[in-house]
């Protein structure tokens, strides 16, 4: 029998990045049922760091996050800007959204000539206006992982790839499983799959929907690549693209309801995504050169679900981040090392305005 603290279950950026912190203190295991680490959401993810995005939560939590990109001189983020365009039966949606956030993030409210004259190949029949979030950037998914799994390396986190749980026991407050790893507690930090490994567990599930989102790519023939083009985004997310490498990166911005699986992008969705650009956009293309689909769980509040089980105290939830899960990974992993470490600094969540209950899987049941 082998002998943990903790074992985390997934390793994508949400375990990584807590098993990372935690593992300084505490002899951590993180099971993957993949042979690679990472293979599903976190590894094909379209990622930015936005503090306009999301619910109150979300945005609170965004801070925290800040901090800590802030803290790594920025190093993991490449400011960008996305700017959000409205066409006119859109114009009040444009509106609210600066009124909304303009108190708390850098904005440019823009009208439709300098709309166009900021990005020119987006159609003038099309724009009414648009705001600019000057401060989003890209994050560098890659690299952020990487700061996580080397420092888990560092501090002698152990790895198992291809594991699967046929097993889980939990004898004086211990979970054993498959009869051979031994641990005081779990962390389910298993993305869109968070569900069933509860079932596994014989833990309630916290009814985590996972939302498929595609993204495809194309290169315009009429596309000139320009270092200063912010990400555009429909003001109310029906679709959005980014210029990466001379070619355009594309959603149609889909949450289909599905159940956990190696999802692949549809051909419905492609098309739906193709028609959307083509409506708002000049781009001249023949064809999708690549395309892919994520699952994004999410609850029903589309917050997070953060903190020990209500009913079973030692099985914690590091779950149903939704489409924010890197850009919240350095929050999370801050606040969940407080929680499942009972280290809770007061000061920190009123500094933030975190409430707990917010987070918490009792909010839910």
Request: hydrophobic share 40%; proline share 2%.
């Amino acid at each position: 029998m082998i002998d943990f603290d903790f074992i985390v279950i997934g390793s994508g950026i949400a375990g990584m990045s807590l098993a990372s912190l935690i593992s300084d203190q505490r002899s951590v295991c993180i099971i993957e049922k993949e042979k690679e680490l990472s293979y599903h959401s976190t590894g094909r993810s379209f990622a930015f760091f936005i503090e306009s995005y999301g619910n109150k939560t979300i945005q609170k939590l965004t801070q925290i996050s800040k901090v800590f990109f802030k803290d790594h001189s920025n190093s993991f983020l490449k400011q960008k800007g996305v700017m959000y365009i409205g066409n006119d039966k859109q114009k009040e949606f444009i509106d609210n959204f600066y009124q909304d956030h303009r108190d708390e993030v850098k904005l440019l409210k823009l009208n439709k000539k300098e709309t166009l004259d900021r990005v020119n190949f987006l159609k003038d029949s099309y724009i009414h206006s648009s705001v600019i979030d000057i401060d989003a950037s890209e994050i560098d998914v890659n690299e952020l992982y990487e700061c996580y799994r080397k420092l888990y390396k560092k501090n002698n986190g152990v790895i198992y790839k291809n594991y699967s749980i046929q097993n889980a026991e939990n004898i004086n407050d211990h979970w054993i499983l498959n009869g051979e790893l031994r641990c005081k507690y779990i962390i389910n930090a298993a993305g869109a799959w968070v569900d069933e490994v509860a079932s596994l567990f014989g833990v309630k599930k916290i009814n985590v929907t996972p939302k498929k989102r595609t993204v495809f790519i194309c290169q315009p023939e009429n596309f000139l690549a320009n270092s200063n083009l912010p990400a555009v985004c429909d003001i109310e997310e029906k679709f959005y693209f980014k210029d990466q490498m001379q070619k355009i990166y594309a959603s149609p911005a889909d949450e289909t309801p599905t159940t956990p699986h190696d999802c692949y992008a549809d051909e419905f969705d492609i098309a739906v995504g193709i028609d959307r650009l083509q409506h708002a956009t000049n781009f001249n293309f023949r064809s999708v050169e690549h395309s892919w689909a994520g699952l994004r769980p999410f609850v029903e509040d589309k917050s997070p679900v953060l903190g020990f089980d209500n009913y079973v105290k030692n099985f914690f939830w590091v779950a149903a981040l939704g489409g924010y899960g890197i850009m919240l990974s350095p929050a999370m992993a801050l606040l969940g090392k407080q929680l499942v470490l009972n280290e809770i600094d007061e000061d920190f969540l009123e500094q933030y305005k975190i409430n707990l209950k917010d987070i918490d899987a009792s909010r839910i049941r």
